[in-house]
């Protein structure tokens, strides 16, 4: 079972994927109107709901910060990239997809789920191993995102990037090191916006992946932003650049050569 806690991401669950609730658990000692919504929604929905103490509550989510709700779910189904590459975008609109390269810190990855539902990211990509599980602190720290953005598990992110080459999506990675600044970038194409991970940022391969590799120009003395801030505003500039017709951008994805270009 998937535990959720707290009144938002229970909400988020119960209106995302009410199926796959198994039953919620509340607290005797919490009354107020929040929570009472929350509860005649579970009951118009179907959705069992149990009592317990708030100490037991916290011994079953494990904090807390559960705010007098806790969720049990069934294990979600997630999608796989075949999933995201058939996404249909209305005529002129382009898909804009995120990739996580390592991204371990459960928060932030619930940040970067947030910032990606806000953003209108089509997809995200995970990978099984070296990133961080979807667990009940993600769900809380993207607000309930995490039940609304499309994630599809790979296997392998190399391979699963050269596949989206192969469909005309171009791959770029943010890096430190970059060659150009991200507000220099045309994103008003198909493409995969790369984030490492929090200290070593992009792995190797990866990076040798990309078709280009963008950084954030940075005024004080730190060289970097956390990867969650980071990813926020080259998510968000993405996202103007598409909506206006006259964004500036002065890099043009070059010709693709094929994979690996």
């Known amino acids: ?40 929604a579970c009951r118009t929905a179907g ?18 910060m559960h705010q007098g709700v806790v969720a049990f779910l069934r294990e979600r189904k997630f999608l796989d990239l075949e999933d995201l590459l058939a996404i249909q975008k209305p005529a002129g609109e382009r898909r804009f997809f995120l990739a996580l390269d390592g991204v371990e810190d459960p928060h932030n990855l619930g940040a970067l789920l947030r910032t990606a539902d806000g953003a209108g990211v089509d997809g995200i990509l995970l990978p099984e191993r070296r990133s961080a599980p979807l667990t009940a602190v993600v769900a809380k720290s993207s607000a309930g995102a995490s039940e609304h953005v499309r994630i599809a598990r790979v296997t392998n992110l190399v391979r699963a990037l050269e596949r989206m080459k192969q469909e005309n999506v171009w791959v770029i990675g943010l890096d430190e090191r970059g060659k150009a600044d991200y507000t220099d970038f045309r994103f008003d194409t198909d493409c995969v916006l790369v984030l490492g991970s929090e200290g070593a940022g992009l792995h190797d391969l990866v990076k040798k992946t990309c078709d280009h590799l963008l950084r954030i120009p940075m005024a004080g003395k730190v060289s970097s932003l956390n990867v969650s801030v980071a990813g926020a505003v080259v998510m968000f500039e993405a996202m103007r650049q598409r909506r206006s017709p006259q964004a500036p951008a002065a890099v043009t994805p070059r010709k693709q050569k094929g994979l690996g270009s």
């Open 47 to 64: 959705v069992r709901i149990t009592q317990e103490p708030k100490a037991q509550l916290e011994r079953m989510a494990k904090t807390p």
């Open 1 to 40: 079972m998937e535990v959720l806690y707290g009144v938002h991401p229970v909400q988020e669950a119960l209106r995302s994927r009410p199926r796959d609730l198994d039953h919620i658990t509340v607290a005797r000692e919490r009354h107020d109107a929040r929570l009472e919504a929350l509860i005649q």
